[in-house]
């Protein structure tokens, strides 16, 4: 009997070994590509609605915030006045906000983004990453999805804003799906690298729009 | 003219119906022309495994751009396969509370001719995702003849997001397969 329950359980332990081995090492919970830890992709040259152009070279910040967005999405608009109260509050600190858009269609296309960012008072780099490079190695596929890198350029949080993703009514009014926002996922993980608290979920679910990639199939 | 679809798509039904093995978990199943809201429990207890046809649910939204440009592709399939076993529902994740949202999702259903079973999930949008296990839309779930999920498409990995020609291919190979 004993034989038997030791077997079965050696069986299981290899079995369990070689499932694991065939899991992708990168995969998190809600990301296909990458996990907590990975680096931040290299990017160069996204032209931004400044009229300037970014390369993951130019952050020199100790923290680095990246948020996919899309002007065409309601999940964004219902976001985008929270994102920008945060970067407000963060102002002087040493963390950079950098707003992504990846969707080739023309409304998330550079010259939108502009008008967009100047509409809303965008107060942080808003970038078009139009080769759709960076947004597939992170494995960015909603909008709005934050990922949150450290001095390292290591991830250390990628998710949701906060609790209660929003969407923007077609009234204009901002529905919070959750109730007023409890859980400041973003914040939070921006404020542990800085020094205050603790990073208490590294990866939440993303709620969103789709971020459309063109297939090369 | 386009009165007679949901007569022409109920018969069909009834129809396809009479032609399986087990007619009685898909006669339960009307059609509906317009957006009906079903909570969650009530689409696992009705509509989730229905045997004898394959079933083809796309979940879709009025906010999401993606989902209106795919849905044609859907209503040309329903036209294409309607006769031959396989059964068209859409599942709207519009804000139940957004009255202009749902009226944008009517009107939508009503000018692409969406002459089969639609749906608006009733349930708080984000519970909703959550339960059905869906990151986002569109998304097509694919159920074979004997009720079992056979295929779920979607966009959730970059250098995979599924495609027309995709769902095309999954509703052959189970149209091929004997029972």
């Known amino acids: 009997m004993m ?16 499932l694991a081995a065939a899991v992708p090492m990168f995969a998190a919970k809600y990301n296909t590509i990458v996990d907590i830890g990975a680096p931040m992709p290299q990017f160069s040259n996204l032209p931004g609605t400044d009229g300037k152009i970014l390369s993951s070279s130019d952050l020199k910040e100790s923290v680095v915030v990246l948020a996919f967005l899309a002007n065409h999405c309601p999940w964004v608009r219902g976001t985008e006045q ?16 950098v707003g992504v858009s990846v969707n080739r269609r023309a409304d998330d296309a550079l010259e939108a983004m502009k008008v ?10 808003y970038v078009y990453d139009e080769s759709q490079e960076l947004g597939r190695k992170l494995g960015a596929t909603r909008t709005p999805e934050f990922f949150v890198f450290n001095k390292e350029r290591r991830l250390v949080y990628m998710g ?18 959750k109730g007023a926002p409890m859980e400041f996922y973003v914040k939070d993980a921006v404020n542990a690298l800085l020094g205050e608290g603790q990073i208490a979920n590294e990866e939440t679910r993303p709620q969103g729009c789709s971020i459309e990639y063109a297939q090369s199939r | 003219m386009n009165q ?6 109920a018969l069909v039904f009834l129809l396809a119906a009479g032609c399986s093995r087990q007619p009685r978990d898909i006669a339960a199943a009307k059609p509906a022309p317009g957006l009906q809201p079903i909570t969650f429990e009530a689409w696992q207890g009705k509509l989730v495994g229905a045997r004898g046809a394959i079933t083809v649910v796309d979940f879709w939204a009025s906010w999401c751009a993606p989902c209106l440009e ?11 396969y309607k006769e031959s076993g ?3 529902v859409s599942v709207s994740l519009d804000d139940r509370d957004d009255k202009g949202a749902i009226e944008q999702a009517r009107s939508f259903l009503a000018r692409q001719n969406a002459a089969f079973e639609n749906y608006l999930m009733d349930e708080n949008i984000t519970d909703a995702f959550q339960k059905l296990d869906l990151l986002s839309i569109p998304a097509v779930l694919i159920y074979g003849r004997d009720g079992r999920l056979r295929y779920k498409l979607t966009g959730d990995d970059p250098n995979r997001q599924f495609t027309n020609e995709d769902v095309d291919r999954a509703i052959e190979t ?3 397969e004997t029972g």
């Open chain 2, 70 to 80: 795919r849905f044609p592709h859907m209503v040309a399939l329903h036209e294409r």
């Open chain 1, 160 to 177: 949701l804003l906060h609790n209660s993703p929003a969407s923007m009514r077609t009234d204009g009014t901002i529905n919070y799906t």
């Open chain 2, 86 to 88: 396989v059964r068209f």
């Open chain 1, 82 to 97: 929270d994102l920008i109260k945060l970067v407000n509050d963060f102002r002087g600190k040493d963390v950079r906000f």
């Open chain 1, 3 to 18: 034989r038997h329950g030791f077997f079965r359980t050696a069986s299981a332990g290899l079995i369990l070994s070689v």
């Open chain 2, 174 to 176: 189970l149209l091929g």
């Open chain 1, 116 to 125: 967009r960012a100047a509409q809303l008072g965008y107060n942080f780099t």
């Open chain 2, 4 to 9: 007679r679809i949901p007569y022409l798509a």
